[in-house]
Nanobody, 128 residues
Framework: QVQLVESGGGLVQAGGSLRRSCATS????????MAWFRQAPGKESEFVAA????????YYADSVEGRFTVSRDNAKNTVYLQMNSLTSDDTAVYYC?????????????????????WGQGTQVTVSS
């Protein structure tokens, strides 16, 4: 199994920045892709960003492209989500997720059903 522990998040004013962290442990050698999803009240889960565990691939939702950056530190087994220029539309509970094996396919990596393990989720609130 893989365990994911999230940190960061909280309350920030519009235009501000936050950084989320997702520390992994356990069978991390099986991880192929890490991703961030978010869910706002009354809305479905939304893909935010993904990064390949090894290799340069990243992918972003159109809604965060150019504002958010996903990165990883394999030595620390940690994935980060740097969120800049935040707006009230970014208010949601954010989750990190890991997926074992599989190809780097946009259809697959943006689907929450494809992920095997999930972090506990943390609220991010952007005040206007």
């Amino acid at each position: 199994q893989v365990q994911l522990v999230e940190s960061g998040g909280g309350l920030v004013q519009a235009g501000g920045s936050l950084r989320r962290s997702c520390a992994t442990s356990g069978r991390t050698f099986r991880i192929a892709t890490m991703a961030w999803f978010r869910q706002a009240p009354g809305k479905e889960s939304e893909f935010v960003a993904a990064i390949r565990w090894t290799g340069p691939n990243t992918y972003y939702a159109d809604s965060v492209e150019g504002r958010f950056t996903v990165s990883r530190d394999n030595a620390k087994n940690t994935v980060y989500l740097q969120m800049n220029s935040l707006t009230s539309d970014d208010t949601a509970v954010y989750y990190c997720a890991s997926k074992e094996a599989g190809v780097w396919s946009i259809v697959i990596i943006t689907s929450p059903q494809r992920y095997d393990y999930w972090g506990q989720g943390t609220q991010v609130t952007v005040s206007s």
